[in-house]
């Protein structure tokens, strides 16, 4: 499956982006989905997953109450909308998809387990 982010870009601290993902290509009818980033010298890390059912998300701790995960089923899009942007947040935004059976309506924040994703999208925050 292909999956194609987008929505960064440059924004004050406080400020609020929507970040979007497309998937398109795919052969299985079910993916768990989610958004992982990159700061500059850093490691990769997870930001927020959301189940194929949308049923259950999980967030990474300093994101929690300011970003939310959701997902159209009908467009194959998940959406990041992140409030309260702090330059902390800068990084490059990269969405993932796991291909699942009906069985696995869970979440999880392990990168390895993620069979595709997108090339990313810059967010930056200014102070």
């Known amino acids: 499956v292909q999956l194609q982010a987008s929505g960064g870009g440059l924004v004050q601290t406080g400020g609020s982006l929507r970040l979007s993902c497309t998937a398109s290509?795919?052969?299985?009818?079910?993916?768990?989905m989610a958004w992982f980033r990159q700061a500059p010298g850093k490691e990769r890390e997870f930001v927020a997953a959301?189940?194929?059912?949308?049923?259950?998300?999980d967030y990474e701790d300093s994101v929690k109450g300011r970003f939310t995960i959701t997902r159209d089923s009908h467009e194959n899009t998940v959406y990041l909308q992140m409030d309260s942007l702090k330059p902390e947040d800068t990084a490059v935004y990269y969405c993932?998809?796991?291909?699942?059976?009906?069985?696995?309506?869970?979440?999880?924040?392990?990168?390895?387990?993620?069979?595709?994703w997108g090339r990313g999208t810059l967010v930056t925050v200014s102070s």
């Open positions: 993932a998809a796991e291909a699942v059976d009906y069985s696995k309506d869970y979440t999880h924040n392990f990168d390895f387990r993620y069979d595709f």
């Open positions: 290509g795919g052969t299985a009818s079910r993916y768990l």
């Open positions: 959301i189940s194929w059912s949308g049923r259950s998300t």
